[in-house]
């Protein structure tokens, strides 16, 4: 019996060694001094881990749930790291966010033990993927630092594309380093691919900088094809016209004066983009919005919304905004509105009959 006992104690011990080994990242319930203290113990001196999440953020989710329990997470992070975790909005996570600057989540900072950033990786990633880019984080010529007294001794493209990156995917602005080193690149360097797709990704619409690189949108568009190059810059303002359109900027912060919407849809048109490309329909809608002239973008669609696809989803979304201004429109306004539908109706007739036209021709 007793011979039993002491086999299934050790069985018991077993399993939980191989549960411990098999475990994922150990975050560990303290404060930030408590990790640089912990982490700066000369009897086992680690690194910082700090994953820097919110409660709405999905990938942070799914790297807590998915990625970081895993065997080879854990393999990797619990030897070389305190891992610990904190949302940003809450708690010490607010002073933390403030501290590090933190902007988008997930982010992943990693600290050395007396608590000072030596570089973070930011968004989710399978665990091997994130493994592989915390290791190249943790290169002494990979940090933030390094990068930009790599750049101020010697400004130059090889210097600058590394450290604007960095910049960019911590959600910092690369556009002051983007703009020097533009001004002294050769040709070859400032109209690379590499260069440009950074720098029309970043630059914001309508700064000096943006200014300047239309100046050479022929350039631009002979490395980059001029189809690429004119998708690349109506996606800067595509999303903040959306929200304009819709009328619900101010909840996500996006504001814009009627001027500067003119000015981005001055721009959009003189990319001469494919007029079929129903999205382009989105500034002009936009501009209505923000100059509170209902109806005129009642006007502009019986003129050009209504003979739009039935089947194409844009037009609905299109519609939807319609929709959305009926609350506050005037009972004239009201009328032209559903007189808009009425068109559409009319139209979706003849489009039927003609369909079911062909149908019955086929049949004979």
């Not at 190059?229 to 504001?255: E, P, S, T, W």
């Not at 007029?275 to 500034?283: D, F, R, V």
């Not at 037009?315 to 905004?321: A, P, S, T």
Request: charged share 25%.
């Amino acid at each position: 019996m007793r011979v039993f006992i002491v086999s299934i104690v050790m069985a018991i011990g077993i399993l939980c060694k191989h549960n411990a080994i098999a475990q994922g990242i150990i975050f560990q319930d303290l404060t930030l001094k408590q990790a640089v203290a912990k982490a700066a113990d000369p009897a086992d001196p680690k690194l910082i881990f700090v994953d820097c999440y919110t409660s709405w953020c999905g990938p942070c989710i799914e790297m807590a749930k998915q990625e970081f329990p895993k065997k080879e997470a854990g393999d990797f992070f619990n030897p070389k790291f305190v891992a610990v975790k904190f949302d940003i909005e809450k708690g010490e996570g607010i002073d933390i966010g403030k501290k590090y600057d933190v902007k988008i989540f997930p982010t992943f900072l990693i600290l050395d033990a007396k608590g000072e950033e030596i570089n973070r990786v930011v968004g989710k990633a399978g665990i091997e993927e994130f493994i592989e880019k915390v290791k190249l984080a943790m290169k002494p010529d990979n940090s933030m630092a390094s990068m930009k007294a790599a750049y101020e001794k010697n400004k130059n493209m090889i210097t600058a594309l590394p450290y604007a990156s960095a910049l960019a995917d911590n959600a910092k602005d690369p556009s002051a380093v983007l703009n020097e080193v533009f001004d002294v690149a050769m040709d070859y360097e400032r109209f690379s691919v590499d260069y440009l797709k950074l720098a029309l990704q970043t630059a914001e619409f309508g700064s000096p900088f943006f200014r300047k690189l239309m100046w050479n949108k022929r350039n631009i568009d002979l490395a980059l094809g001029e189809e690429v190059a004119n998708q690349m810059i109506f996606d800067k303002v595509r999303k903040h016209m959306y929200l304009i359109a819709n009328g619900n900027g101010a909840r996500y912060n996006v504001y814009y004066t009627p001027q500067q919407v003119e000015d981005i849809l001055y721009t959009i048109s003189l990319l001469k983009m494919d007029p079929m490309k129903q999205e382009l329909h989105i500034c002009r809608i936009a501009l209505y919005v923000v100059n509170k002239d209902l109806d005129g973008m009642i006007d502009y669609y019986k003129r050009y919304i209504v003979s739009l696809p039935d089947n194409d989803a844009f037009k609905g979304i299109l519609e939807g905004i319609l929709s959305s201004k009926i609350p506050q429109a005037t009972p004239a306004q009201k009328a032209a509105i559903r007189e808009y539908y009425q068109l559409g109706q009319k139209n979706y007739e003849r489009q039927l009959k003609h369909y079911q036209e062909m149908s019955a021709s086929m049949s004979k």
